[in-house]
């Protein structure tokens, strides 16, 4: 599996980029999944469904099953929140995971600029930003610049990684 990050400050676009960069994946026989790290305490599940309630009971984890799909909720119950490795490792294989915050932790990433958003710059002390998707025109940076629209010179980029990382460990 092949990783690549998208970060940014809230607002800056991240979701909309993966929501266009996926299906460009798609599109070009890729098998892709996401990780999206929450900032805020969430749930997937409602109070008075019966998964809730068994949650609620106390039971560490819970699968729910359908004909359409199944979900793992795992209640960390005072544990530490899993690192990304480890949120990694229980993901089916696939050709790319495509990991939707996670700013702070040093793994290949896109950084996504808004300028409207009146936020630092991540690129300068992070090393591990191979690119920058933005709204406004960069210059003087490093790393390659798109547009926050350009899915498919973004897809390209990261196929293109992908190849040149086959090529250098094969």
Not at 20 to 27: A, D, R
Not at 45 to 61: L, M
Not at 108 to 126: C, M, S, T
């Amino acid at each position: 599996m092949r990783i690549l990050g998208l970060a940014g400050w809230s607002g800056a676009g991240k979701t909309t980029l993966l929501k266009g960069l996926i299906p460009e994946l798609i599109g070009r026989g890729f098998r892709v999944s996401t990780i999206k790290h929450a900032h805020h305490a969430f749930d997937v599940d409602h109070p008075g469904k019966d998964s809730w309630r068994h949650r609620e009971a106390g039971a560490t984890e819970v699968l729910v099953a359908s004909g359409a799909r199944w979900a793992l909720m795992h209640e960390l119950r005072g544990e530490a929140e899993p690192e990304l490795p480890a949120l990694l490792d229980r993901l089916s294989p696939v050709d790319f995971v495509l990991i939707e915050g996670f700013k702070r932790t040093m793994h290949p990433k896109i950084e996504v600029y808004r300028a409207a958003n009146d936020k630092p710059f991540l690129h300068p002390g992070d090393p591990s930003i191979v690119a920058i998707a933005s709204d406004t025109a960069i210059t003087g940076v490093a790393v390659p610049v798109f547009g926050l629209d350009d899915f498919k010179a973004i897809a390209d980029l990261v196929v293109v990684r992908a190849v040149e990382a086959d090529h250098i460990s094969g």
